[in-house]
């Protein structure tokens, strides 16, 4: 089937450690994302690439790392530099469709900080 | 800057009733594209409906449509005989046009349907 997958479902991060979420797509799309989902708030875009080898910051970058090698895959760090890091992450991948882009959604991971 | 704001975070209709979902946003831009996404409680995001803003028509997509009124930069819900598994947070969100695909949420509206 195609899709978006994450994982893992559920992930715990001790003091100062730093860890990775997985997202990988079959879709063949080109872009993808990384958004975070706090309590009582829409999602917030961290990370976006439309390319291989090539990203960008978002408008919560800050404590957080990516890569894009594969165009499958865009594995996201939750590095000790991000104090809060307790939140739902969500991946999303787009292709043009006509003129447009849709932002198709994994079905995310829940992060908590022990 | 672009925003977008949900100014009902929670409604409730009897099933098989139609309910209308409130959205505004802010722009100087004059295209770009609009969306609604659903939210259950399995926290999947599911695109419901999307319009692109240099089309006048509304979009539809079976019990869903929208109402676009894009003087007033408003994008409304409308979900028609409503059913219980329609009951999840619903999120609108925006879009610049082509070229640039962030995509700048609302906080949501949580939409219940009672039996």
């Known amino acids: 089937d195609g899709g978006i997958t994450q994982s893992p479902k559920y992930l715990f991060r001790k003091e100062g450690q730093n860890v990775t979420l997985s997202c990988e797509q079959n879709l063949n799309h080109d872009a993808m994302y990384w958004y975070r989902q706090d309590p009582g708030q829409g999602l917030r875009l961290i990370y976006y690439s439309q390319i291989v080898n090539d990203f960008q910051k978002g408008d919560i970058a800050e404590g957080y790392s990516v890569s894009r090698e594969k165009k499958e895959s865009f594995p996201l760090t939750v590095t000790s530099a991000q104090k809060n890091p307790t939140a739902f992450y969500l991946c999303a991948s787009s292709t043009r469709d006509g003129a447009q882009e849709t932002q198709y959604f994994g079905p995310g991971t829940r992060l908590l900080v022990l | 800057a672009q925003t977008v704001t949900q100014s009902q975070p929670e409604m409730s209709v009897q099933e098989a009733e139609t309910v209308t979902l409130s959205c505004t946003y802010d722009t100087s831009e004059n295209n770009y594209y609009l969306f609604w996404y659903k939210q259950p409680p399995s926290r999947q995001m599911i695109l419901v409906i999307r319009?692109?803003?240099?089309?006048?028509q509304n979009a539809t997509e079976n019990r869903f449509s929208v109402n676009f009124q894009k003087a007033a930069k408003s994008f409304s819900l409308k979900i028609s005989d409503s059913q219980l598994g329609d009951t999840a947070m619903y999120f609108c969100?925006?879009?610049?046009?082509?070229?640039?695909?962030?995509?700048?949420f609302g906080t949501g509206t949580r939409l219940t349907i009672i039996p």
């Open positions: 969100a925006f879009m610049l046009g082509f070229g640039n695909e962030k995509l700048t």
């Open positions: 319009q692109e803003a240099y089309k006048q």
